[in-house]
């Protein structure tokens, strides 16, 4: 049975939460990590305060991207209850990811209850204020001292916990974005579903260039013909058509949302037609120019949704919804928020409950 080793450093300072919290600058006071090697597989389990880390400069992750992290939220309910949407879901996506990075899986039920235990010792951090979140980022990397393209025979795993605030501070902002065409983020059969450093890093330009023109987010298109919607910045995306709600298809170049697929079902609920497929950039300005494109919008673990205002390509301007957030997508964004919050009822079992009691 894993034994988790507590190293507990006791907080001399009632936690103080600025009044902005913005978006992973805080950490809190501890983190869990374990390791990984061939003849012990995962061990050395311990909840223990942060520190940086010391590392070889051989490190394969830090030469060849062997590296994938996860991104989910706890919360605080209006009852007082601290509870985690959809945990599951996103570490079982992170042992898809260690499968296609050539990583040793997690055993995911022992994390997950490892996960409860570093959320129940750092409850004190969790915001409360509208739209704030605990934030969790699990993360695993190849360290051994190789210079050479092979994958690592041991591995670091860390989960470490960051207060955040509301992702719109300003209110529900529908988001301008640029339809690139000029440079591709994945390709099929490459790594695109799976959440690791490289996919991060293929965005990064493609982005820098479209905020300098004025735009918050890139729409991907696919990485062979070009002709084919498949992102919008670090997140899904949905496209309201006249009658129909469409949302591109799983091709392996698409990371499998955990907020996509809570938004499928909910439009399942709903008695709506929700299909994943491709949807071509012709399609898409056709529906505008007809008047049948009634709304876009993102979905991930961040944002929850973002409505989109505006899409630009190759300097076609398309307003979306008189740029204004489209009824569906404040819909789906309060659904989802007071299924969080404990407001509305958890119908297909996404809430896990933290207990407050500390198994120290």
């Not at 298809?249 to 497929?277: M, N, W, Y």
Request: hydrophobic residues 40%.
């Amino acid at each position: 049975m894993n034994q988790i080793t507590y190293h507990i450093k006791p907080r001399l300072t009632k936690i103080e939460l600025p009044s902005k919290l913005g978006f992973g600058t805080i950490f809190t006071d501890h983190i869990f990590e374990m390791d990984y090697n061939p003849l012990d597989g995962w061990h050395n389990f311990a909840i223990k305060p942060v520190e940086n880390l010391s590392v070889h400069p051989a490190a394969v992750f830090l030469h060849y991207g062997q590296s994938i992290f996860e991104g989910l939220k706890a919360f605080r309910t209006n009852s007082g209850e601290v509870v985690l949407f959809r945990p599951e879901t996103h570490l079982k996506r992170m042992n898809n990811s260690a499968r296609r990075i050539c990583m040793p899986e997690i055993d995911d039920a022992f994390v997950l209850e490892a996960l409860k235990e570093l959320i129940s010792i750092e409850q004190d951090w969790i915001p409360t204020g509208i739209g704030e979140s605990l934030y969790i980022r699990p993360i695993m990397f190849g360290n051994d001292e190789l210079l050479g393209v092979h994958p690592s025979k041991s591995y670091k795993f860390i989960i470490m916990l960051s207060p955040v605030g509301a992702y719109y501070p300003e209110g529900f902002k529908p988001v301008k974005i640029l339809m690139q065409n000029d440079y591709v983020r994945a390709v099929r059969k490459g790594i695109g579903e799976a959440k690791t450093a490289g996919n991060y890093s293929a965005s990064l330009l493609a982005t820098e260039i479209a905020n300098k023109l004025g735009y918050t987010q890139v729409l991907w298109l696919d990485g062979v013909e070009q002709k084919y919607l498949e992102e919008v910045g670090t997140m899904n995306i949905f496209v309201e058509f006249e009658d129909e709600i469409a949302t591109p298809k799983l091709t392996g170049s698409i990371l499998p949302g955990v907020t996509r697929a809570s938004v499928i079902q909910l439009l399942k609920d709903k008695g709506l037609p929700i299909t994943e497929r491709l949807i071509s950039t012709d399609e898409f300005i056709k529906a505008y120019e007809n008047g049948k494109l009634k709304g876009v919008f993102g979905t991930g673990t961040a944002a929850i949704i973002s409505p989109v205002a505006e899409v630009t390509f190759k300097e076609k301007k398309m307003i979306i919804n008189n740029g204004e957030a489209g009824k569906l997508a404040v819909e789906l964004f309060n659904e989802i928020t007071e299924i969080q919050k404990g407001i509305a009822q958890d119908k297909h079992g996404w809430i896990a409950k933290v207990p407050h009691e500390v198994a120290v």
